[in-house]
């Protein structure tokens, strides 16, 4: 199936720094999702887009659903430890019929 | 609701052998998919049932692998014969539904298989 490409690949930062990282499409999808895997367990949605321009805030996680519809971004501010993990996007399409998911952001904290 | 429950955790098998792992999707939800995780090739959909009728089986590798849900609220991937490249962690997920409005997939906890 069609993969989304993210970006970065994996990123090393300290503690308290914030995180930006981004996910792309060459089609149109008409809802983003992110996930949160952490090591040994499946991935965990932290939060839902529907519309172009949405920005929507889980605590220290906030989303934007790209005005294209094709991109989808994902900050973390002020990061702790516990923000360690891989971070998925995902989509869907208006046909419906799957869910489209991204090549994983890796991120390591620094304490 | 306890989420969605796969059996075993891990696995550990010859090559050459059956392997069935299992899934119970969360009560009420209408799509339940399987999925395989590795690092070469991140996470990739297998199979997906809508109301325990499989709708696309595009993404099993090959013949060796099945996948049945006899009812709502359970679902099995078989691989016979296993093989070593089919060592991975496999992903049961269910979502109340597809399209717009979605709610997401909600996904278990994984079985890593491994293959000697």
Known sequence: GQQLNQSPQSMFIQEGEDVSMNCTSSSIFNTWLWYKQDPGEGPVLLIALYKA????????LTAQFGITR???????????????????????????NQFYFGTGTSLTVIP | ???????????????????TLRCKPISGHDYLFWYRQTMMRGLELLIYFNNN?????????????SAKMPNASFSTLKIQPSEPRD??????????????????????????????
């Open chain 1, 70 to 96: 094709k991109d989808s971004f994902l900050n973390i501010s002020a990061s702790i430890p516990s923000d360690v993990g891989i971070y998925f996007c995902a989509g869907t399409k208006n046909t419906g």
């Open chain 2, 53 to 65: 009728v499989p709708i696309d089986d595009s993404g099993m590798p090959e013949d060796r692998f």
């Open chain 2, 87 to 116: 060592s991975a962690v496999y992903f049961c997920a269910s979502s109340l539904r597809l399209g717009q409005g979605t709610t997401g997939a909600f996904f278990g906890q994984g079985t890593r298989l491994t293959v000697v």
């Open chain 2, 1 to 19: 609701d306890a989420g969605v429950i796969q059996s075993p955790r891990h696995e550990v098998t010859e090559m050459g052998q059956e392997v």
């Open chain 1, 53 to 60: 321009g949405e920005l929507t805030s889980n605590g220290r």
